[in-house]
């Protein structure tokens, strides 16, 4: 008669743990986005933003979560519970209000104003259960203490041992599906002399097929020319590009002002990136804007 209550306590745990699990698995998911094989897809790289910065800076609530968690077994804890608690909502609104001001800045305003209306949802519901802590020694031991406990650091453990590799996987698709193109410029060039002016156009007929880069750009440079694409980046307030050039003779230039207003060797000292780096495909390289 005794085990009956011990059995469900244990499988209300591990229900509580298979959630957070689940809720890891969504938001670690939605940090790959931009890195996973597939059509273009405007909203990938907004949400994977607001995951890896969930995933860092989500990590002050599981403190807090582990404080509010001790305080439901009772004992001298006991009378932290609705303190904790509270912290816990006020914590939690903080890094909401943060994620949707991401939103903000990486989609628009829409999406921003999405996940502002979602978080106040959120903290109006939470707010009316912690209501039912009828006293400070109330013993309970809420699920949304779990979470906030082992969410945060599993989407940050994640982060760091999965992003670096799917950075790289994404980067070695796209260069690998650009082929196609670089075989029809030089296929262009043989029939013409010289390679295209432009390939300004309506439809892209040549995809990167991944989620997080929409398109290749193509100018002329020189005696050759550079193709690129754009890739979403680990760093926050970096922007990388992904640029080929036959002769390895790769240019990128922060500002179009820039290229108007002064002289080549003024671009030469000044061209915006902070770094240049080379890949492990030929002709390929990495610029880095902050």
Not at 25 to 48: E, K, M, N, Q, W
Not at 183 to 203: C, N, T
Request: some cysteine; aromatic content about 10%; overall charge positive.
């Amino acid at each position: 008669m005794q085990l009956a209550p011990v059995r469900n306590r244990w499988f209300r745990w591990a229900t509580h743990v298979v959630d957070s699990a689940a809720v890891t698995a969504l938001i670690t998911l939605l940090t790959l986005l931009p890195f996973l094989p597939g059509r273009y897809d405007r909203l990938s790289v907004p949400l994977s933003t607001m995951s890896q910065v969930f995933g860092i800076v989500g990590c002050i609530l599981a403190p807090i979560g582990a404080l509010w968690l001790a305080s439901g077994f009772g004992g001298r804890l006991a009378r932290m519970q609705r303190p904790a608690a509270i912290t816990a909502l006020v914590a939690s609104s903080i890094v909401g209000i943060l994620l949707s001001v991401i939103a903000w800045i990486e989609s628009g305003l829409c999406l921003g104003l999405g996940v502002l209306v979602l978080l106040a949802y959120v903290v109006i519901r939470a707010a009316r259960r912690l209501r039912t802590l009828a006293s400070t020694t109330q013993r309970a031991v809420p699920p949304a203490a779990l979470h906030l406990l082992l969410v945060p650091p599993s989407v940050l453990f994640l982060q760091l041992l999965l992003v670096g590799p799917a950075i790289e996987a994404s980067r070695s698709r796209a260069i690998q599906n650009s082929s196609a193109l670089i075989d029809d410029i030089e296929k262009y060039r043989a029939a013409h002399g010289q390679y295209p002016v432009s390939l300004h156009s309506v439809w892209e007929d040549y995809s990167p097929s991944v989620l997080g880069i929409d398109r290749y750009h193509y100018e002329p440079s020189g005696e050759a020319y550079n193709l690129f694409f754009e890739q979403h980046t680990c760093v926050f307030g970096t922007r990388a590009f992904v640029m080929y050039n036959p002769l390895d003779q790769q240019v990128m230039t922060s500002h179009n002002m820039d290229l108007l207003r002064r002289t080549t060797e003024q671009l030469a000292l000044r061209r915006g990136y902070y770094s240049v780096q080379d890949t492990p495909h030929a002709h390929w390289k990495i610029f880095s804007f902050d």
